[in-house]
């Protein structure tokens, strides 16, 4: 048994109260996927937040907010201009998963296989969190340590990311054993560029490390380098290196790093093409 | 111990009030009141044989806890179509011979009903998209894809 109780607040308010009396006992679920990857040494009891109006995509000043409890079905059928995570979206899992798994439960709980983490790090995207107060984090602090920052009677509430306008262009890629599986590499890129070089880069991965991370020796190998394949190559090949990577499912390690540079190559080769046009 | 809760739901149209805990999936709530219909394979979210409709959109029964369906619309294969008059999925997939064990298939009926109802006339590539979820280990799936884009393409659907 994982859970003994549940209770299904009506508002934020009501939400955060039950959060705050059940503390370490509690259990704050929307989609309720994870549930299915992580043991309790004690039972707990079930919040379930997907009653508190805080699903929903909205856009305001060149920027899209997504309500935390916003499934990944409603990010793979929106249809904005400069809105990229349908890209995301649609790779990930299965129709299924995607109409219950919210946005805001895949960074919460982070695993290594975890796909928006990345793409939100690369997009800096922002996060509010409520408590007494409204806090907004960046993407970068929030994933470091998520369940940390979440004290009990505290949310997630949404998540901002910038459109991805003229000028600017957004890569995404992931490699998969098969198409419902878990990422073995995933990778996202969000790059501004003048001309025919690359103005300023942001780079993610994961999958292939322990937890999805920002690859900022990437992005600073990137800026001012000509906008081509090689040149892109030769900035993941010494931006990456160092890094512990991790091979999964019979790869070994250095087969992943080769795996997952190629990965991060094709996701910046896809967001210079995606800002040129 | 867990704590026994009632939970309200609508059941292929009609209100319905069940006891659950929190820990049980709504597969095993629906199959412990005789909805037999929805399957139980992998139980982790990978075979789609427990697919069914909440809310308009195709989940896996085995992932969702009952407790998530309270105050929700739920469709499952009973409520889709009878012997003497199936839903237009069903039919289509008996003339394709895309039917051997069955076992699938009412996970398959609900996947592609869900996306028709919310899109009568979809792309190929669209139907893969939402067919993603569902294993089929007899028929090699081009069937069941036939079958559901005649469905896309007919007037069968409003």
Redesign the interface.
């Known amino acids: 048994m994982k859970l003994c109780d549940f209770v299904i607040p009506a508002d934020i308010d009501e939400a955060r109260a039950r959060l705050r009396e059940l503390g370490d006992a509690a259990f704050p679920t929307a989609g309720g996927v994870s549930l299915h990857f992580l043991r309790f040494a004690e039972p707990k009891t079930a919040v379930d937040l997907t009653r508190l109006g805080l699903s929903g995509i909205s856009r305001d000043n060149g920027r899209f907010t997504i309500g935390a409890t916003t499934p990944v079905c409603d990010l793979q059928k929106h249809v904005a201009e400069g809105w990229v995570l349908d890209r995301v979206a649609r790779r990930f899992v299965t129709q299924q998963i995607r109409n219950i798994s919210t946005l805001g439960g895949n960074i919460c709980r982070v695993f290594w296989w975890s796909d928006f983490p990345v793409a939100l790090l690369a997009l800096d995207a922002s996060v509010a969190v409520r408590g007494e107060s409204e806090t907004v984090l960046s993407a970068e602090e929030f994933l470091a340590r998520p369940l940390k920052l979440l004290k009990p009677g505290t949310l997630v509430v949404a998540i901002d990311i910038p459109a991805v306008e003229s000028g600017a262009g957004f890569g995404y890629g992931k490699e998969t054993r098969v198409g419902s599986s878990f990422s073995l590499a995933t990778a996202a890129a969000c790059v501004v560029v003048e001309g025919n070089r690359i103005k300023q880069a942001r780079v993610a991965a994961g999958a292939s490390l322990s937890m999805p991370q920002l690859l900022p020796a990437v992005g600073e190998k990137l800026a001012g380098e000509t906008a081509d394949r090689e040149a892109i190559e030769k900035a993941v090949a010494t931006g990456t290196e160092g890094l512990a990577w991790k091979g999964r499912e019979g790869m070994s390690d250095p087969y992943a790093a080769e795996l997952s540079r190629i990965i991060i190559a094709d996701a910046i080769t896809d967001a210079v093409a995606e800002a040129r046009t | ?3 026994v ?1 009632q939970i309200s739901l609508t059941l292929n149209g009609e209100p319905k009030t069940f006891e659950t ?3 049980e999936t709504l597969v095993d709530l629906l199959r412990r009141h005789g909805y037999r219909g929805t399957k139980t394979g992998c139980y ?3 075979c ?1 044989a427990c ?1 069914v409709i ?1 809310d308009g ?4 029964g085995c ?3 009952a ?2 369906a ?2 929700r619309d739920v469709q499952t294969i009973e409520g889709a179509g009878s012997f003497d008059d199936p839903h237009p999925v069903q039919r289509a997939l008996v003339d394709e011979g895309a039917v051997q064990c069955g076992f699938c298939t009412p996970g398959m009926v609900l ?1 592609a009903k869900a996306l028709l109802d919310e899109t009568p006339h979809p792309g190929s590539d669209t139907i893969k ?5 569902n294993l089929c280990r007899c028929t090699g799936y081009e069937k069941i894809r036939v079958a559901v884009e005649k469905v896309a393409a007919s007037t069968a659907m409003p």
């Open positions: 111990m867990s704590t809760k805990t929190a820990d982790e979210g990978a789609g697919t909440l959109r195709a989940v896996y992932l969702l806890r407790f998530q309270h105050g996947s998209e939402h067919m993603d979820g």
